[in-house]
């Protein structure tokens, strides 16, 4: 094999591990984005335990990046929990 070949495949192979180690489900914006989807289950099993009905829908049909859903989906996970205070509170009175 010549120089160019050998300096081309391992190119290639660099930029094939860094850009796995880049989208790996273990990063921040992936993690994120997993902690908030539990979050939003968690949250709704305990409205739902307390007898209220919960939309769980997020908008992330237009967060084409991966930050762009993972605050999409923390932010349903803030509206969840002022929900769940707010009956938490009510019940206690």
Avoid at 26 to 49: F, V
Wanted: glycine letters at 4%; charged letters at 15%.
């Amino acid at each position: 094999m010549n120089t160019f070949t050998k300096s081309a495949l391992t190119l290639l192979a660099a930029t094939s591990i860094s850009s796995v180690a880049l989208a790996a489900p273990g990063d921040a914006t992936y993690g994120d984005i997993y902690r908030a989807q539990n979050n939003i289950h968690n949250l709704t099993s305990q409205i739902e335990s307390l007898g209220h009905n919960v939309n769980t829908s997020v908008d992330v049909n237009a967060a084409i990046a991966p930050s762009a859903k993972a605050a999409a989906l923390n932010a349903k996970v803030s509206d969840l929990r002022l929900q769940l205070s707010a009956l938490q509170t009510q019940r206690a009175e």
